[in-house]
């Protein structure tokens, strides 16, 4: 009886699946999580003209590509990832720079200084998942720390952070450091990404600047 409208679901999701791994192919994109980006970009604007944007975990390339699109010719994107990534140039797009590297290594943020400041950080950053929720869960919040970290290091005032995370038990603290850092918090679930996927992407809209943040943690330390 339960068999099969549970068949039903996964024929379902399978279709949509298969729908934007076509749609990346035609669209010349090497993976279809650049629809993740996309959609967020389309509703929220979070990449303009002329920004240097910061991709974590960039390969093989789909979110760097479109980043260098929206950023134009005046743009530049700096793709970071562990595994080694050949990302061909945009016609009319930003140029794309890329790091092969542990976004978590302590020399991390100094190699990035020559470039500093970025409007935008991006992170689509995925540890190798094992299938046990919570300890993927426990990665995923780790590395989306990183990410935020880094950004808050990077970061002009007013840049942006969209960030993906697996949710879970720390999912909410996590929310609340990237409030804490920003003027305005969104938690996005892109149609693109699979209903049944614990993923969901935070947006941290207009970082409110370093000083502003010091002088925050301070305020909460001396609240304690
Ligand atoms: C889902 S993939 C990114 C897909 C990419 N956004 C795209 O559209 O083509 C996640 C990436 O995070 C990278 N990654 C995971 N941990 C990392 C780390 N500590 N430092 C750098 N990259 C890391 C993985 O190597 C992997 O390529």
């Excluded at 978590?104 to 935008?120: C, E, H, R, T, Y």
């Excluded at 299938?131 to 808050?152: M, N, P, V």
């Excluded at 947006?203 to 370093?210: A, I, N």
Aim: aromatic share 10%.
């Amino acid at each position: 009886m339960h068999g099969y409208p549970h068949s039903g679901r996964l024929f379902f999701v399978k279709k949509v699946q298969d729908y934007y791994f076509k749609k990346a192919k035609q669209d010349n994109y090497p993976a279809r999580s650049v629809y993740k980006l996309e959609e967020a970009q389309q509703k929220h604007h979070i990449i303009k003209a002329g920004n240097k944007v910061l991709d974590l975990g960039c390969h093989p390339g789909s979110w760097s590509l479109y980043a260098a699109k929206i950023a134009g010719r005046e743009g530049l994107v700096v793709g970071v990832d562990l595994q080694k990534s050949t990302i061909a140039p945009v016609a009319g797009g930003a140029r794309i720079e890329f790091i092969c590297a542990d976004i978590g290594a302590d020399d991390f943020i100094a190699s990035l200084s020559d470039k500093l400041p970025f409007q935008v950080v991006i992170s689509d950053l995925a540890p190798r998942t094992t299938g046990h929720k919570f300890s993927d869960h426990l990665k995923s919040i780790e590395l989306s720390r990183q990410a935020l970290a880094i950004a808050s290091h990077v970061l002009c005032r007013g840049g942006h952070f969209y960030c993906k995370v697996f949710q879970g038990e720390d999912f909410p603290d996590f929310v609340n450091e990237v409030r804490l850092l920003f003027h305005k918090t969104k938690v996005v679930k892109p149609k693109s990404s699979r209903v049944e996927s614990r993923e969901v992407f935070v947006l941290g809209v207009e970082f409110k600047g370093v000083e502003q943040c010091r002088a925050a943690a301070a305020k909460v330390q001396a609240e304690v």
